[in-house]
């Protein structure tokens, strides 16, 4: 079982948090900042698991997280998950995140925070793998977003051209973020 | 109409945030974010008081953004609702969403939602159930469960592979909170085991590895399909999840692990995912340590894991690596011989700089080491300690130390002044250390067990105690000065300058209430030793300034704030003036009468002679479990109050004796209670100056602190600061080496315990020619000695110096191996305890085992049908639950697991046997007969035993104080001293003293002819009422 699923950037900032066990607002957000602190005084080259953490689970949990650019994607699992798979799972969540968003980058996330969650529950659903094929993936999503459009039709016009005017502004410079090379062992990775 | 529908959605929608405004608004007012989002949350109250659902949408879309921040929304819980009810999948969506984020299994507004969630979930849209069921994993209640339990399991038989898998996933969360829907719902999440679609498959497999996780027995009779999948799936992760889960059953059934290890091997062999070569290596493992005996080959499967797992440590991919020592330490358990073959790899990972793997590789290296590297590796720790940031590291560094080298009582242990040495750096290494308590056991338990090593140990406690600084930080290193007082006192007769150590011991120091009062037992076991030596000398003035000065400086105990000091020093004091004005009687006789010279009257003798007759004999081990022999006399109610508890002041005072850890708290607390009692007693013994001084001195203190924070005396503030600062002045003995041109070039850099690993090296590296050589230098007890030479060398490894005392006072009919279960693992609230139902599985096994497991029509004649063994494996279960279900609640997680085993034994008889058909099996009832012995002799009895075990545990807790006062020789302290005359005192003193000897004679009877059945109480003293931690290894 998975019990949380977190994503915040550097500075410790959430951009996502998704609790498959009721916390409330105040514990989750001591959740978060534990676990940041825990995760961001690591190196980028040592590995990515991680014991400890005294608010969430106990000695049976572990935290699996991955670090790109500025953002960190961590989930809290417990033994009956393999970790191996959960980093594999964690790429899968970020590759589909890339190419949901064209060039994935952090002001994404703040921006369609609602977006990421529907992209998510179609992986995970109440702290279990779901799905991991991310074509499959991919179709979903896609489908879930044509029915939106369609709803939405004329009477959402207006106010898709008032946001894209609020919209100009943000700064495109920004998209150049990239994500790291995955490594090989993770492409071999057949699902 | 329409154009004006639009046209007021379009005005509205123009002056309304949308979540985008929120956010950018939210990252413009960084300074002043909280007083902006109360803005927002007021606009957005607003926005929900509309009747157009799209601006209550947009609305939610942001609340559930300021939900991630931190702020509470459950305040509009009834507008959630209205979003998801929305007929719209856009808006259903946000709906659903924020209902996922903030609504829970208590909320009560989930009793509103039902109808419309089984609407949705029977929607003809797949995504707006598909939706609902996400949104629901979330936040189903029983109540939800109960009610939509069967829209659910209509829906895992849906067309539509989508909406089946979310339905299967979903059926787990439903039997957490309704545990009833697990048995009508298992016969279908059972054929989704064999959907066309891969998801649905991977998604059934998933629900039961949960429910199997917890309640692995239950679903044994599954493993055949599985095996079946095993065999024939690519899915990887659903494989991963698959061996798994055979990982939780092959301990419940060793024949399923010797089918396993196969497919197994050839999953190693072929795959290229680590991640699934991974999770094989672990489940062979833990088949390997459920048939650790019995297997004629395994020991080639546990190569294979061992070398695949060097390849994982090797890598260079960190994770890798860390997965390779955790699976290592599993196969230490069983099979060390295997992993200290790649000792050189787990070493070079304890220089890793990656955190996690070096405490990984820590965790591996109590199987590592052996006589000959021990100092070497703990070398190597003690450097990395220095290098060590973090104490919560440093900390887990110093446990380990002191675990591998006490591990099978100091197995590898061959110098134990090294080791002592080595635990007076790890005192003054790690001053912050919370393992104070650990190093006080260690010094006590080496100082008691190895009696050769005792004249060593007194003098580097002395250092100790003169040189090791209480800092004002809250940490339990200074425990270590209670084990260092008491060594110096109860082996005294070792002491080369014992005055100088009663000087140390005497000094005024700001100490918790328990070490003074170690501190004033040792002090007259010194003062007794002393007194000795002058009556041997015949040296009367001696002994008069040795009272006096004991004398004088025990005034600052009596003025201790803990009770439990004073009374010891006031007791230290009466037996000293007593001695005292025998002596002043014969020394004014002596003023008189010149011609009578230096004749120590014979009533001081006598005084003297008692006094040390109280300290001698010898204190050995005891075992933990040494308090069962003591039987509990009759009429004695340990849960009984004494005396009825006053209601406030002596739990205030009591609590100093009981909980240690909070001594400098409790002794202030007591600090005033006490001064009633002090005044009386102290006018005994105390002329009227002192009295008025030691006033003054307590009232300029009252007056400095109005709370009272300090209790001692001001006298010992400025002494105090000025003596315990230079730890760097410890003097360092150095024993002359042979080496010396070597060990003086490293002298510099070395410390003081890599002398004995220079020590060790030199003489093994000149064998025999040196060894006399060596000998002759060597400070050691001629009993050393003959050890040392009588041991051959004709093996690589160091020759132990010195010999551990293994004696232990141990009850009969009591094993060390006696589990120390603990009861806190088990969690009542644990869901999955409901869920531990027996499922009729078997009857629609048998065509799977068949088809799986292709037998012969002979075989099948052999074995009883299936169904019939289950039938009668289930009515036999019923009658064990019956029973067990009475003494469930009071056993522990291991013996409830080992119990469970018994039982499936007969139901699973016969799918195993399936399984195993083509490999030869002892009959059926054979096995369960050994199987069942085996477990009524380690089970049965434990119910009982446990209990027992924890009344033990409470004794000990109760005595501890008691404890304490035995194992310093207190007996002359009498716990009702504010009463007791001086005569009434003297009376019980001599008792004691009979008492005392004749303990100590009955003791020597009983050590000799081992261990008595009938011991009185008399015989137990515990050290210190601490246990020793290398027994329980044991």
Same mark, same amino acid.
């Given at each position: 079982?998975?019990?949380?699923?977190?994503?915040?950037?550097?500075?410790?900032?959430?951009?996502?948090?998704?609790?498959?066990?009721?916390?409330?607002?105040?514990?989750?957000?001591?959740?978060?900042?534990?676990?940041?602190?825990?995760?961001?005084?690591?190196?980028?080259?040592?590995?990515?698991?991680?014991?400890?953490?005294?608010?969430?689970?106990?000695?049976?949990?572990?935290?699996?997280?991955?670090?790109?650019?500025?953002?960190?994607?961590?989930?809290?699992?417990?033994?009956?998950?393999?970790?191996?798979?959960?980093?594999?799972?964690?790429?899968?969540?970020?590759?589909?995140?890339?190419?949901?968003?064209?060039?994935?980058?952090?002001?994404?996330?703040?921006?369609?925070?609602?977006?990421?969650?529907?992209?998510?529950?179609?992986?995970?659903?109440?702290?279990?793998?779901?799905?991991?094929?991310?074509?499959?993936?991919?179709?979903?999503?896609?489908?879930?977003?044509?029915?939106?459009?369609?709803?939405?039709?004329?009477?959402?016009?207006?106010?898709?051209?008032?946001?894209?005017?609020?919209?100009?502004?943000?700064?495109?410079?920004?998209?150049?973020?990239?994500?790291?090379?995955?490594?090989?062992?993770?492409?071999?990775?057949?699902? | 109409?329409?154009?004006?529908?639009?046209?007021?959605?379009?005005?509205?929608?123009?002056? =309304?945030?949308?979540?985008?405004?929120?956010?950018?608004?939210?990252?413009?007012?960084?300074?002043?974010?909280?007083?902006?989002?109360?803005?927002?949350?007021?606009?957005?109250?607003?926005?929900?008081?509309?009747?157009?659902?799209?601006?209550?949408?947009?609305?939610?879309?942001? %609340?559930?953004?300021?939900?991630?921040?931190?702020?509470?929304?459950?305040?509009?819980?009834?507008?959630?609702?209205?979003?998801?009810?929305?007929?719209?999948?856009?808006?259903?969506?946000?709906?659903?969403?924020?209902? +996922?984020?903030?609504?829970?299994?208590?909320?009560?507004?989930?009793?509103?939602?039902?109808?419309?969630?089984?609407?949705?979930?029977?929607? !003809?849209?797949?995504?707006?159930?598909?939706?609902?069921?996400?949104?629901?994993?979330?936040?189903?209640?029983?109540?939800?469960?109960?009610?939509?339990?069967?829209?659910?399991?209509?829906?895992?038989?849906?067309?539509?592979?989508?909406?089946?898998?979310?339905?299967?996933?979903?059926?787990?969360?439903?039997?957490?909170?309704?545990?009833?829907?697990?048995?009508?719902?298992?016969?279908?999440?059972?054929?989704?085991?064999?959907?066309?679609?891969?998801?649905?498959?991977?998604?059934?497999?998933?629900?039961?590895?949960?429910?199997?996780?917890?309640?692995?027995?239950?679903?044994?009779?599954?493993?055949?399909?599985?095996?079946?999948?095993?065999?024939?799936?690519?899915?990887?992760?659903?494989?991963?999840?698959?061996?798994?889960?055979?990982?939780?059953?092959?301990?419940?059934?060793?024949?399923?692990?010797?089918?396993?290890?196969?497919?197994?091997?050839?999953?190693?062999?072929?795959?290229?995912?680590?991640?699934?070569?991974?999770?094989?290596?672990?489940?062979?493992?833990?088949?390997?340590?459920?048939?650790?005996?019995?297997?004629?080959?395994?020991?080639?499967?546990?190569?294979?894991?061992?070398?695949?797992?060097?390849?994982?440590?090797?890598?260079?991919?960190?994770? %890798?690596?860390?997965?390779?020592?955790?699976?290592?330490?599993?196969?230490?358990?069983?099979?060390?011989?295997?992993? !200290?073959?790649?000792?050189?790899?787990?070493?070079?990972?304890?220089?890793?700089?990656?955190?996690?793997?070096?405490?990984?590789?820590?965790?591996?290296?109590?199987?590592?080491?052996?006589?000959?590297?021990?100092?070497?590796?703990?070398?190597?720790?003690?450097?990395?300690?220095?290098?060590?940031?973090?104490?919560?590291?440093?900390?887990?560094?110093?446990?380990?130390?002191?675990?591998?080298?006490?591990?099978?009582?100091?197995?590898?242990?061959?110098?134990?002044?090294?080791?002592?040495?080595?635990?007076?750096?790890?005192?003054?290494?790690?001053?912050? +250390?919370?393992?104070?308590?650990?190093?006080?056991? !260690?010094?006590?338990?080496?100082?008691?067990?190895?009696?050769?090593?005792?004249?060593?140990?007194?003098?580097?406690?002395?250092?100790?105690?003169?040189?090791?600084?209480?800092?004002?930080?809250?940490?339990?290193?200074?425990?270590?000065?209670?084990?260092?007082?008491?060594?110096?006192?109860?082996?005294?007769?070792?002491?080369?300058?014992?005055?100088?150590?009663?000087?140390?011991?005497?000094?005024?120091?700001? %100490?918790?209430?328990?070490?003074?009062?170690?501190?004033?037992?040792?002090?007259?076991?010194?003062?007794?030793?002393?007194?000795?030596?002058?009556?041997?000398?015949?040296?009367?003035?001696?002994?008069?300034?040795?009272?006096?000065?004991?004398? =004088?400086?025990?005034?600052?105990?009596?003025?201790?704030?803990?009770?439990?000091?004073?009374?010891?020093?006031?007791?230290?004091?009466?037996?000293?003036?007593?001695?005292?004005?025998?002596?002043?009687?014969?020394?004014?006789?002596?003023?008189?009468?010149?011609?009578?010279?230096?004749?120590?009257?014979?009533?001081?003798?006598?005084?003297?002679?008692?006094?040390?007759?109280?300290?001698?004999?010898?204190?050995?081990?005891?075992?933990?479990?040494?308090?069962?022999?003591?039987?509990?006399?009759?009429?004695?109610?340990? =849960?009984?109050?004494?005396?009825?508890?006053?209601?406030?002041?002596?739990?205030?005072?009591?609590?100093?004796?009981?909980?240690?850890?909070?001594?400098?708290?409790?002794?202030?607390?007591?600090?005033?209670?006490?001064?009633?009692?002090?005044?009386?007693? !102290?006018?005994?013994?105390?002329?009227?100056?002192? %009295?008025?001084?030691?006033?003054?001195?307590?009232?300029?203190?009252?007056?400095?602190?109005?709370?009272?924070?300090?209790?001692?005396?001001?006298?010992?503030?400025?002494?105090?600061?000025?003596?315990?600062?230079?730890?760097?002045?410890?003097?360092?003995?150095?024993?002359?080496?042979?080496?010396?041109?070597?060990?003086?070039?490293?002298?510099?850099?070395?410390?003081?315990?890599?002398?004995?690993?220079?020590?060790?090296?030199?003489?093994?590296?000149?064998?025999?020619?040196?060894?006399?050589?060596?000998?002759?230098?060597?400070?050691?007890?001629?009993?050393?000695?003959?050890?040392?030479?009588?041991?051959?060398?004709?093996?690589?490894?160091?020759?132990?110096?010195?010999?551990?005392?293994?004696?232990?006072?141990?009850?009969?009919?009591?094993?060390?191996?006696?589990?120390?279960?603990?009861?806190?693992?088990?969690?009542?609230?644990?869901?999955?305890?409901?869920?531990?139902?027996?499922?009729?599985?078997?009857?629609?096994?048998?065509?799977?085992?068949?088809?799986?497991?292709?037998?012969?029509?002979?075989?099948?004649?052999?074995?009883?049908?299936?169904?019939?063994?289950?039938?009668?494996?289930?009515?036999?279960?019923?009658?064990?639950?019956?029973?067990?279900?009475?003494?469930?609640?009071?056993?522990?997680?291991?013996?409830?697991?080992?119990?469970?085993?018994?039982?499936?034994?007969?139901?699973?008889?016969?799918?195993? =046997?399936?399984?195993?058909?083509?490999?030869?099996?002892?009959?059926?009832?054979?096995?369960?007969?050994?199987?069942?012995?085996?477990?009524?002799?380690?089970?049965?009895?434990?119910?009982?035993?446990?209990?027992?075990?924890?009344?033990?545990?409470?004794?000990?807790?109760?005595?501890?104080?008691?404890?304490?006062?035995?194992?310093?020789?207190?007996?002359?302290?009498?716990?009702?001293?504010?009463?007791?005359?001086?005569?009434?005192?003297?009376?019980?003193?001599?008792?004691?003293?009979?008492?005392?000897?004749?303990?100590?004679?009955?003791?020597?009877?009983?050590?000799?002819?081992?261990?008595?059945?009938?011991?009185?109480?008399?015989?137990?003293?515990?050290?210190?009422?601490?246990?020793?931690?290398?027994?329980?290894?044991?």
């Amino acid at each position: 079982m998975i019990k949380a699923i977190l994503v915040f950037n550097n500075h410790g900032k959430p951009r996502l948090s998704k609790f498959y066990q009721y916390f409330d607002e105040s514990l989750q957000q001591q959740i978060i900042k534990e676990t940041f602190q825990l995760v961001s005084k690591r190196d980028d080259n040592v590995c990515n698991f991680l014991e400890g953490g005294s608010l969430i689970g106990g000695s049976d949990y572990k935290l699996i997280y991955r670090h790109y650019a500025t953002l960190y994607f961590v989930f809290c699992v417990d033994s009956s998950e393999s970790e191996l798979g959960i980093l594999d799972l964690i790429q899968v969540f970020v590759e589909t995140l890339d190419k949901c968003f064209e060039n994935v980058c952090e002001l994404d996330l703040i921006f369609h925070a609602d977006a990421v969650h529907h992209i998510l529950s179609e992986l995970v659903m109440g702290g279990m793998v779901l799905q991991t094929n991310m074509n499959d993936i991919m179709a979903r999503i896609e489908e879930q977003n044509k029915i939106v459009k369609q709803e939405a039709g004329i009477s959402a016009a207006p106010a898709r051209a008032v946001s894209a005017v609020k919209s100009m502004n943000i700064p495109q410079q920004i998209k150049d973020i990239k994500l790291p090379d995955l490594p090989q062992a993770i492409k071999d990775f057949k699902f | 109409m329409a154009l004006k529908k639009v046209k007021g959605n379009f005005f509205e929608r123009m002056f =309304d945030k949308n979540l985008t405004d929120l956010v950018r608004g939210i990252r413009n007012n960084k300074d002043n974010e909280a007083k902006y989002i109360s803005t927002c949350i007021e606009e957005i109250k607003q926005e929900l008081r509309q009747d157009n659902i799209s601006v209550k949408c947009n609305a939610v879309a942001k %609340l559930t953004y300021i939900q991630m921040l931190g702020y509470d929304i459950s305040w509009a819980g009834f507008n959630i609702i209205e979003v998801m009810s929305s007929s719209r999948f856009t808006c259903k969506r946000i709906g659903y969403l924020a209902a +996922s984020q903030c609504f829970h299994p208590d909320s009560e507004l989930l009793m509103l939602t039902t109808n419309m969630i089984r609407k949705d979930l029977n929607s !003809q849209n797949q995504y707006d159930a598909g939706v609902a069921l996400s949104g629901l994993s979330c936040f189903i209640s029983p109540d939800l469960s109960r009610d939509l339990a069967n829209d659910i399991m209509t829906l895992m038989s849906s067309t539509k592979p989508y909406l089946r898998m979310k339905a299967v996933l979903m059926m787990y969360k439903v039997f957490l909170r309704y545990p009833e829907a697990l048995r009508p719902a298992f016969p279908k999440l059972k054929e989704k085991l064999e959907d066309p679609d891969p998801g649905v498959q991977s998604a059934a497999v998933n629900v039961i590895c949960e429910l199997a996780r917890k309640n692995p027995k239950n679903y044994l009779p599954l493993a055949p399909i599985f095996f079946k999948l095993m065999t024939t799936s690519t899915n990887n992760w659903m494989l991963i999840k698959i061996i798994k889960l055979f990982g939780a059953l092959t301990p419940l059934e060793p024949r399923l692990g010797k089918k396993l290890i196969e497919p197994l091997t050839n999953l190693i062999h072929s795959t290229s995912a680590m991640s699934l070569l991974y999770e094989c290596i672990n489940t062979v493992i833990a088949v390997l340590i459920s048939i650790s005996s019995g297997m004629p080959n395994h020991s080639a499967s546990i190569q294979l894991c061992v070398q695949k797992l060097r390849i994982l440590i090797e890598d260079s991919d960190q994770n %890798l690596k860390y997965l390779g020592l955790l699976a290592m330490s599993k196969i230490l358990k069983t099979h060390p011989k295997s992993v !200290q073959a790649h000792k050189d790899l787990i070493l070079a990972c304890l220089d890793d700089k990656d955190e996690s793997i070096r405490l990984r590789a820590l965790d591996l290296l109590y199987g590592m080491v052996s006589k000959k590297n021990l100092m070497e590796i703990v070398k190597r720790l003690l450097g990395h300690m220095e290098r060590a940031e973090g104490s919560a590291y440093r900390d887990e560094l110093l446990y380990k130390v002191i675990e591998i080298c006490a591990q099978s009582s100091y197995l590898y242990v061959t110098n134990f002044e090294w080791y002592l040495t080595v635990l007076v750096e790890l005192i003054q290494l790690e001053a912050g +250390s919370r393992h104070g308590r650990l190093i006080a056991e !260690q010094l006590l338990d080496v100082a008691i067990r190895v009696p050769v090593v005792r004249q060593f140990a007194v003098n580097e406690m002395t250092n100790l105690l003169d040189t090791f600084t209480v800092s004002a930080q809250s940490n339990s290193m200074y425990e270590v000065l209670y084990a260092a007082a008491w060594i110096v006192g109860e082996f005294a007769g070792e002491l080369e300058d014992a005055e100088k150590t009663l000087n140390i011991l005497l000094r005024p120091r700001l %100490l918790p209430g328990h070490i003074q009062g170690v501190y004033v037992q040792n002090v007259i076991k010194l003062f007794a030793r002393l007194a000795t030596t002058c009556l041997e000398l015949q040296d009367l003035p001696g002994l008069v300034t040795l009272c006096d000065h004991v004398l =004088d400086k025990l005034q600052h105990f009596n003025g201790s704030s803990d009770i439990e000091v004073q009374e010891r020093a006031n007791s230290a004091c009466m037996l000293i003036e007593m001695l005292r004005n025998q002596l002043s009687t014969s020394t004014d006789a002596m003023a008189m009468d010149t011609t009578t010279e230096g004749g120590i009257p014979p009533l001081a003798i006598e005084i003297v002679q008692e006094m040390t007759l109280l300290f001698t004999g010898e204190l050995i081990p005891v075992a933990p479990k040494a308090q069962r022999k003591v039987p509990l006399p009759d009429g004695l109610d340990l =849960d009984e109050w004494i005396n009825a508890p006053p209601p406030e002041d002596a739990a205030s005072s009591s609590s100093s004796e009981h909980d240690k850890d909070e001594l400098f708290v409790s002794a202030t607390q007591a600090g005033t209670g006490a001064d009633g009692g002090e005044k009386r007693r !102290q006018s005994l013994e105390l002329t009227p100056e002192q %009295l008025e001084r030691q006033r003054m001195a307590r009232l300029i203190e009252q007056s400095n602190n109005p709370h009272y924070l300090k209790s001692t005396p001001t006298a010992s503030g400025a002494s105090n600061a000025d003596q315990y600062d230079n730890i760097d002045d410890i003097p360092i003995t150095e024993l002359p080496l042979d080496m010396e041109g070597v060990a003086a070039l490293r002298v510099g850099i070395t410390k003081r315990s890599d002398k004995y690993l220079q020590e060790q090296q030199a003489a093994q590296g000149s064998k025999d020619g040196k060894k006399k050589h060596k000998k002759g230098k060597k400070s050691k007890k001629a009993k050393n000695k003959v050890a040392y030479n009588s041991s051959s060398e004709s093996e690589g490894e160091p020759k132990p110096l010195h010999i551990v005392n293994t004696t232990l006072d141990m009850p009969e009919g009591v094993s060390m191996s006696d589990s120390e279960d603990k009861d806190g693992k088990y969690d009542p609230n644990d869901p999955h305890r409901a869920l531990d139902i027996e499922l009729d599985i078997t009857e629609f096994e048998a065509p799977a085992v068949r088809s799986a497991s292709k037998k012969s029509a002979a075989d099948k004649e052999n074995l009883k049908t299936p169904a019939d063994l289950a039938g009668g494996g289930n009515a036999a279960k019923k009658d064990r639950k019956k029973d067990k279900d009475k003494d469930k609640e009071r056993k522990v997680k291991r013996e409830h697991r080992e119990s469970k085993r018994e039982r499936k034994e007969a139901a699973v008889q016969p799918v195993i =046997d399936l399984i195993d058909a083509d490999t030869p099996t002892p009959s059926p009832s054979h096995i369960s007969a050994t199987s069942n012995n085996n477990n009524t002799s380690t089970v049965l009895p434990d119910a009982p035993k446990h209990h027992k075990k924890k009344k033990n545990k409470e004794k000990t807790t109760d005595e501890a104080p008691d404890a304490l006062a035995t194992a310093t020789g207190s007996s002359i302290i009498d716990v009702g001293g504010e009463e007791a005359s001086e005569v009434a005192s003297k009376v019980h003193k001599k008792k004691h003293k009979k008492e005392k000897s004749q303990r100590k004679e009955k003791k020597k009877a009983s050590e000799s002819a081992s261990v008595s059945a009938i011991v009185s109480i008399g015989d137990y003293e515990q050290p210190l009422g601490i246990s020793t931690p290398s027994k329980e290894i044991l």
